[in-house]
């Protein structure tokens, strides 16, 4: 080796060990040797390298780069310095640096094949192919006899597209091969034939195919080959012959039988028809030809006879995704039609008879109807009849609850619903009953992203990551890119956007790995000959940025950036802490000690987790020391609060946009982003380009109103910064405008235009309002927000698709795009939205969507048992809420217990009951002790002794406890003689199995428990009993009985053979009035949340008291007013249900009294209910107003809370 | 186009059995019930008609009264899906196991006094009543049960 500076002859044995211990990744002992040469000779170059070469490999990149610098300058006439310096390069990704010292060591040593390698490795990395043909023609020369020198020289040309010398080299390299019967061969054969057809050679690339039939061991490549060959000489008898082979290998092939259709050349249906018979008859098991007439047949009674044929075979197997084979169909309204009425059919008849139709002969198994239900529910959910969908999915799932299918569709019509809480419920289950299965736990974790769960989705993917590693860790290192992605965009919704750009960053370093990675191949596939597939792979890698995953990653981030450049994070932080000034000076400071100690213990925190971090790499930097192999370069890493705050968000942008450009420039949708960036960037040269790409597109609907706005705030733009351009710009647009705005009408003309000719779908409309808006910020505000919120769900020309009713709450609330807008047309837009989506969440209000993600958490199956993650859904929930206060700027939600609420404005009793819950924090005594003062100071004359006699002028009483702790209940009815009735219904409940004790044997019960028996009449009661008798015993409860009970005083005996329906009205309690029936409902919440409700009356007749029902994981719920109507409903239990299912107190409590209204109009009562949270309401009807009366934290005395009745 | 199948009870799939017990059977079993399930091993079995769950046989065996006894817990199959064979596989499954291993006195379980279906079946198999135990189930109506049982010959 030529070198400047020769060592003597121990120390040049010295540096060969060097090289031996390296080459051996022998680090350490290499390092060794290297510090004893520099002991002598401490500037010697090549060991200088060689230890820079080394320490790079430690880990240790700036010392080694400043090692490797002082070896080249000491040497620079060594090819070692220069190739060792040019490795460095290499490892940083420098590749061309790295290409210019190769060539420089190349210059001292120009036949060194190592260097040489290593040149055309990285020429055909950076895609240098005429670097790459030359480099190859040096090492041909030099190395003629090896074989990876010839097919390397070959493919240099092949890949510059001269398939001539490529062939010639080829040719002449297989002359001088013997012909044998291998692998690599085979792979060569091919190879060779590949470029064959790329030349457009086809005759003879049939010649050789004959020629090597036997030495081609791919016999599916080889048939495959010689039938495109055929078909591109016309021969199309030939390739129909090999078709026919190819479809007897594989008679599931669709693209065999296109092509075999192509080559028969069929003229018609019925001809096709006649094909695919014939080949459905020789190939029983393939689904093919029973599905391709589905898809061309026209004539309908040929399509429907086909299509009852197809699907019973499917129902009778039982092929879960039937329903996605056939959805192509569904794009033809006759044939939607027409399969809906077939599966309708087939229910029908499997349902009573076990068959699919009379005429059939043999009875179906019970796992057909499961399929027909299962499909239906898919069917109608596709149809975006949600109720009858998931009626279907229901009855599969009460048919056989062990089906898992069954729960993720449950949980997919939900999520088109906008349901995703609920959505997550489900995926959940599914997930749950099937632990081992990839795929379910995959799209659980997804459900659970798109509901921004993110901590969840987390835990339920880690059960399939290994368990050394952190779950996000795991899932990086895979490349799991949807998941990222998932997760960016749920952070993205949460408002998280450094952590949601974290993860695009991470998905665009994923695919610069993926092109890093191609370097492994460029020797291994050389040498294993693989040749087609290397071909493959390399031009798959060059447009590998064209893949969906990249696409919707990069979508993601440059949406998020165009926001930040919109609203920059240190604005929009203090918009979300808290609207400051609604608040008192001593509160604010409060809060600002409150955030200042937050952020010290944050810091505090996250110094801690550094050190941690620090130690742990120092702990591995030393097990590994000796074999660490890191070839990669270090990367910066990706910190979300540095990302969220971008120096210049625009120029961020170019990461993601320009590849989108590159590679996915047939997509609208990257103009339309590259439009935004260059609109914001006063590119006018640019936007134009956007603009023509999108006009040379083809569009939908949806992207015809996108071409429309950006042109229109291209004109608007236009118009003003017109007069800056340069002469020689404004030329070019105005040429340009001529073709994309041919009329050169003005702005809002054509926006009026635009408006007419597609008023009909919302997407139009929101476009069309955002120009408005634009033309005129100040004076058509009202007028744009009017448009979209005036929208009427019955109009049915109108659609509104889900995703795009969610763009425009998100246009008006979030991104705020017609300015600042008074929450009450938020309010009005979320609603209406709302009645074309009920259950999709985002339409509800704050409180509804907090209310519906926590009772989703509750049923998750995963535990959530430790507090940190406890912490974590407060701060996903604090999140959610952030967000949607930040944007609907409506509600406050807290959690308001302890609460003390009563029906009707006795505050005394809710006084006491709040005394006693302060005092002793226990919610059944509080309760107690409130309907006991209730008793005791008989409340407005109905509860408690000497109220309402009965027929007898005596006062019997009613109560009901009920603890949601225990979900324990004692009541008693018809107590007589005993004053203190709720105390007797606690005493049910602790010292009794049962739950209700009645009349006489209550009172015996009382008196055994220790209560005093006193005569309950009090003067009124007598004097009330005597006014009644005198009235002909009126009002009077009885019915069906003689004499006429309206009329006259009993004794009575029933009417028998009666007609009970025409009976229905009298049945309604009619005298109940206000006065005359009252009941004290009570609940009470503790510190903790547990709740326990009671209820307390001498009633009008002897009956449970209105009724109460408490389950602590939701909240409480009781009744007042007509208690015998009442009790018909169960409207207490059916309160707390409908809020478990998400709805507020106000509105469970309305539906429950709409339930009785609707088969007792003239029912007079109320209910008020509780949840978990202290959110509280009440709902009546039959009075004009309802006032009940409660107590929390927030204030002094009882205060009443007013309801107006419906 | 049948096929029916027995399966091995996992971690992975308990669920399923628990889906499958709470409709079948009134009395709902506890937690441990279905952790101890997991260490059966042959004694118990899902039932698969057509590649989906729809049956279920839990067994133990039972050593009190100085005897070697199985004791089925629990054997059940979806409403649908009765009259195909299902239980019959399921109860062949335990008979089986019983003659393999030999050592079994007899093999017995609770039926509800009113559940006559499931007498008549095991009945079939060479079942009897030896036994009408009272208030056996606590919170199901009625609440007596009859102890059926198959003895082997050998003790």
């Known amino acids: 080796m030529p070198s400047s500076n020769p060592l003597p002859t121990q120390e040049a044995n010295l540096f060969k060990k060097i090289l031996r211990c390296y080459e051996q990744k022998q680090y350490r002992k290499a390092l060794q040797h290297v510090k004893e040469i ?9 060991t200088l390298s060689m230890k820079g070469l080394i320490l790079n490999y430690t880990n240790k990149k700036a010392e080694a780069f400043e090692c490797a610098q002082k070896g080249l300058k000491n040497d620079v006439r060594s090819h070692v310095c220069w190739h060792v310096y040019g490795l460095l390069q290499r490892a940083d990704r420098k590749y061309d640096e790295a290409i210019k010292c190769y060539r420089n060591a190349l210059r001292w040593d120009p036949e060194n094949l190592q260097i040489l390698r290593d040149l055309s490795l990285l020429q055909i990395q950076i895609r240098d192919l005429e670097g790459y043909r030359d480099t190859r023609y040096q090492l041909l020369q030099l190395r003629p006899t090896q074989r990876v020198s010839w097919i390397g020289y070959a493919m240099s040309y092949h890949l510059l597209n001269d398939y001539d010398i490529a062939n010639h080299i ?8 013997p012909k044998t019967v291998d692998f690599e061969m085979s792979e060569l054969l091919l190879y060779q034939n590949m470029v064959y057809q790329e030349a457009g050679l086809y005759e003879r690339s049939l010649k050789h195919l004959e020629e090597n039939k036997k030495y081609i061991l791919d016999k599916l490549r080889l048939e495959e080959k010689r039938a495109f060959a055929f078909i591109k000489l016309k021969k199309l008898s030939e390739a129909a012959k090999i078709y026919e082979d190819l479809i007897e290998r594989n008679p599931d092939n669709v693209t065999y039988f296109k092509k075999l259709e192509e080559c028969l050349n069929l003229e018609n249906d019925e001809e096709r028809l006649e094909f695919y018979k014939k080949h459905a008859e020789k190939y029983p098991r393939s689904d093919v030809p029973r599905k ?29 995704p039937l329903f996605k084979e056939l959805k192509c169909l569904y794009t033809n309204e006759n044939k939607l039609k027409a399969i809906e009425e077939k599966v309708l059919s087939f229910e029908k008849n499997l349902e009573s008879i076990q068959k699919y139709s009379g005429d059939c002969e043999q009875k179906e198994s019970p796992t057909t109807l499961l399929w027909v239900y299962y499909y239906l529910a898919q069917h109608f959910d596709y149809l975006k009849q949600t109720n009858k969908a998931l009626d279907y999915i229901n009855k599969a799932i009460e048919y056989t609850p062990t089906l898992v299918e069954l729960y993720m569709v449950k949980g997919k019509i939900y999520k088109h619903a906008g349901d995703l809480y609920e959505a997550v419920r489900w995926l959940d289950e599914a997930q749950s009953l099937d632990t081992a299965d990839r795929f379910i736990n995959y799209k659980c974790s997804k459900y659970m992203l798109r509901a921004n769960m993110v901590k969840e989705a987390e835990e339920i993917a880690s059960k399939f990551t290994r368990e050394s590693s952190h779950p996000a860790d795991y899932l990086k290192e895979m490349q799991c890119m949807w998941y990222e992605t998932e997760s960016a965009n749920a952070y993205k919704r949460m408002g998280k956007f450094g952590e949601a750009l974290k993860k695009c960053h991470q998905v665009e370093r994923h695919f610069q790995e993926i092109i890093e990675d191609q370097f492994d191949f460029h020797s291994y596939c050389m040498r294993k000959m693989t040749l087609c597939s290397y071909v493959e792979m390399l031009r798959l890698e060059d447009k590998i940025k064209s893949h969906p995953f990249f696409f919707r990653a990069a979508k993601t981030a440059i949406e998020v950036y165009l926001r930040l450049h919109d609203r920059p994070m240190s604005e929009v932080e203090n918009e979300l802490n808290v609207n400051t000034e609604n608040l008192t000076p001593s509160e604010l400071k409060k809060l600002k000690n409150k955030q200042k100690k937050q952020q010290l213990k944050a810091q505090q925190e996250k110094e801690k987790q550094e050190q941690l971090e620090q130690k742990k790499k120092e702990l591995s930097k030393q097990k590994n020391k000796e074999d660490v192999d890191v070839e990669q370069p270090t990367e910066e890493e990706l910190l979300p609060e540095k990302l969220e705050r971008p120096e210049n968000a625009l120029e961020e942008c170019n990461r993601f946009l320009k590849p989108l450009e590159e590679f996915a420039s047939q997509h609208l949708e990257t103009h339309y982003l590259g439009f935004e960036v260059y609109y914001r960037k006063n590119r006018p040269l640019m936007m134009i380009k956007a603009l023509k790409k999108m006009n040379s597109l083809e569009r939908t609907v949806k992207q015809t109103a996108k071409f429309h706005y950006c042109l229109s705030k291209f004109l608007l733009k236009y118009s003003q910064i017109k007069e800056t351009l340069n002469e020689s710009v404004r030329a070019v647009v105005e040429n340009e405008l001529k073709n994309l705005n041919p009329s050169s009408e003005s702005v809002e003309k054509m926006n009026e235009k635009f408006f007419k000719e597609n008023s009909n779908t919302y997407e139009s409309l929101i476009e069309y309002a955002k120009v408005l808006y634009d033309s005129n910020p100040s004076q058509n505000q009202a007028k744009a927000l009017d448009l979209l919120t005036n929208v009427d769900a019955k109009n049915e020309k109108l659609s509104i698709s889900y995703p795009v009713a969610l763009e425009a709450l998100t246009l008006v609330a979030e991104a705020e795009y017609f300015g600042k807008c008074d929450a009450k047309v938020v309010e009005s837009l979320r609603s209406k939205l709302k009645s074309f989506y009920p259950i999709a969440n985002i339409f509800h209000t704050t409180e509804e969507q907090a209310n519906q993600l926590l009772s989703c958490m509750q049923v998750l199956s995963i535990n959530s048992s430790q507090v940190s993650e406890l912490t974590d859904k407060m701060e996903i929930l604090m999140n959610v809420l952030k967000i949607l206060v930040f944007f609907l700027k409506l509600v406050k939600f807290s959690s308001n217990y302890p609460i003390v609420l ?12 709040w005394d006693i819950l302060l005092k002793t924090d226990d919610p059944l005594k509080s309760v107690e002790s409130g309907c006991s003062e209730c008793e005791e100071l008989r409340c407005d004359g109905t509860v408690g002794y ?26 008693v009815a018809g107590l007589r003689r005993i004053k203190n009735v709720i105390s007797v219904a606690r005493a049910v409940m602790e010292h009794t199995k049962h739950t209700l004790l009645v009349g006489d044997l209550a009172t015996q019960f009382a008196i055994d428990m220790g209560f005093q028996q006193q005569d309950l009449h009090y003067f009124d009661s007598l004097e009330k009993y005597i006014i009644w008798l005198n009235n002909s015993c009126q009002p009077n409860f009885r019915l069906n009985v003689y004499p006429d009970p309206e009329k006259f005083c009993g004794p009575y005996k029933p009417i028998k053979n009666l007609n009970f329906l025409s009976n229905k009205e009298k049945r309604l309690n009619k005298y109940v009035s206000k006065k005359l029936h009252d009941t004290i409902g009570m609940i009470a919440i503790n510190s903790y949340g547990d709740i326990s409700v009671g209820t307390s009356t001498n009633g009008a007749s002897h009956k449970i008291p209105g009724g109460a029902y408490v389950d602590n994981d939701v909240g409480a719920a009781c009744g ?23 709805m507020t107190p106000s509105e469970a409590t309305n539906d429950a009294i709409q339930r009785i209204i609707k088969k007792k109009p003239h029912f007079m009562g109320a209910l008020i209910a509780a949840d978990k949270y202290g959110n509280h309401g009440a709902s009546c009807h039959g009075l004009e107003y309802f006032e009940y009366s409660y107590r929390t934290n927030q204030s002094r005395d009882a205060e009443i809370g007013r309801v107006k009745c419906i | 186009m049948q096929s029916i199948d027995l399966g091995d009870i996992t971690v992975h799939n308990i669920k399923q059995l628990k889906k499958l017990n709470q409709v079948v059977f009134p009395v709902s079993y506890n937690d441990k019930f279905y952790k101890d399930v997991l260490d059966l091993g042959p004694l118990a079995k899902l039932a698969y008609f057509n590649d989906i769950v729809v049956g279920g046989v839990c067994c133990r065996i039972d050593l009190t009264e100085n005897k070697r006894r199985l004791y089925i817990m629990t054997l059940g199959c979806l409403q649908p899906y009765r009259k195909y064979g299902i239980g019959r596989m399921l109860l062949n499954h335990v008979l089986n196991y019983c003659e393999k291993d030999g050592n079994f006195e007899s093999v017995y379980l609770h039926v509800q006094i009113n559940n006559e279906v499931a007498i008549e079946f095991y009945k079939k198999f060479g079942f009897e009543i030896v036994e009408k135990k009272e208030q056996y189930y606590k919170r199901i109506e009625p609440s007596d049960a009859f102890v059926l049982k198959k003895s082997f010959g050998k003790k």
């Open chain 1, 292 to 320: 391709m007439p589905l898809v061309f047949l026209n004539n309908m009674s040929e399509f429907k006879l086909r299509l009852d044929a197809y699907l019973k075979r499917a129902f009778t197997k039982g092929i879960p």
């Open chain 1, 38 to 46: 520099l002991k002598k000779f401490p500037d010697h170059g090549e």
């Open chain 1, 902 to 913: 009563n029906t009707w404005p006795f505050t005394n009793a809710t006084n006491k009951a």
């Open chain 1, 170 to 177: 080829l040719e002449e390299f297989c002359k001088t091969q």
């Open chain 1, 946 to 971: 000497g109220g309402s006699p009965d027929e007898n002028g005596e006062t019997t009483l009613d109560a009901l406890i009920m603890d949601g702790r225990t979900h324990d209940a004692g009541s």
């Open chain 1, 1120 to 1142: 007042t007013g007509d208690g015998d109507t009442l009790m018909k409903f169960l409207p207490s239990y059916q309160v707390v249900e409908s809020m478990r299912r998400g």
